[in-house]
């Protein structure tokens, strides 16, 4: 719209960028720029971040005069009422064990962590195949197909979402019992913001993390960096 001079943003009063470390690693960088050097000179400027790559900070250096910076404390406590632990499964058994803990659990009402859009897509796409009341969550979809999807899920018409971290972040539901990694977070602050989502408000909730066995350092890491006991599991068997 700039480009093609459809959109003036000379008369803007306030420029907001939440989550400027998922947008800017999610390549939008120059396209960002274009934005920032088409807007009023005198507007004020808010960055907000989880994490403070380079990226950020030479945004700030390069387009806010001089910015004040505002941190908080790094949380990395996790909800005392969320039990965690993990089964560990080869690559392959994985979709196998994921059917036997969805089966085991009747009255799940939670989102299923995948690590990419595909995951999402195929996951979803066999779940569903299988008869399970699931929707699939990721940042391809509009947003009206976005907002239909998470209503059917508050209103558990579908009891079990399969998301992204991205396409996760910003849901307001309180009640969830589980929380399921397909795959082990990348990083420390993936599984405390994924875990965070089960266990609130004085509820019981559970955390449950596949792995395969090369991932068994990350997840003993995981409980270092955190301090905290993931404990270890049997996939719940068919009997």
Do not use: W
């Amino acid at each position: 719209h700039l480009k093609r001079k459809r959109l003036n943003l000379s008369g803007l009063e306030f420029l907001i960028l939440d989550e400027a470390d998922e947008m800017l690693n999610k390549g939008f960088i120059e396209e960002i720029e274009i934005i920032l050097e088409k807007t009023n000179k005198d507007k004020k400027t808010f960055l907000f971040s989880a994490t403070m790559p380079k990226m950020v900070l030479t945004i700030a250096q390069n387009y806010m005069t001089d910015p004040l910076t505002i941190t908080t404390k790094a949380s990395n406590r996790l909800a005392s009422r969320t039990k965690q632990f993990f089964h560990e499964v080869s690559k392959n058994d994985k979709l196998q064990a994921l059917y036997r803990i969805l089966d085991s659990y009747t009255d799940i009402y939670g989102i299923i962590f995948c690590r990419t859009k595909r995951d999402v897509d195929d996951i979803s796409d066999k779940l569903i195949q299988a008869k399970y009341p699931v929707e699939a969550l990721h940042g391809d979809l509009s947003q009206a197909q976005r907002n239909k999807i998470v209503e059917k899920f508050r209103k558990r018409v579908c009891k079990i979402l399969v998301a992204t971290d991205v396409a996760a972040r910003g849901l307001d539901i309180m009640d969830l019992t589980h929380v399921i990694n397909f795959a082990l977070p990348q990083d420390s602050e993936s599984y405390v913001h994924r875990i965070g989502r089960t266990g609130r408000a004085g509820r019981e909730g559970t955390a449950i993390t596949l792995i395969t066995p090369g991932e068994f350092y990350g997840i003993q890491r995981l409980q270092r960096t955190l301090k905290t006991t993931i404990e270890k599991k049997p996939i719940p068997s068919i009997e």
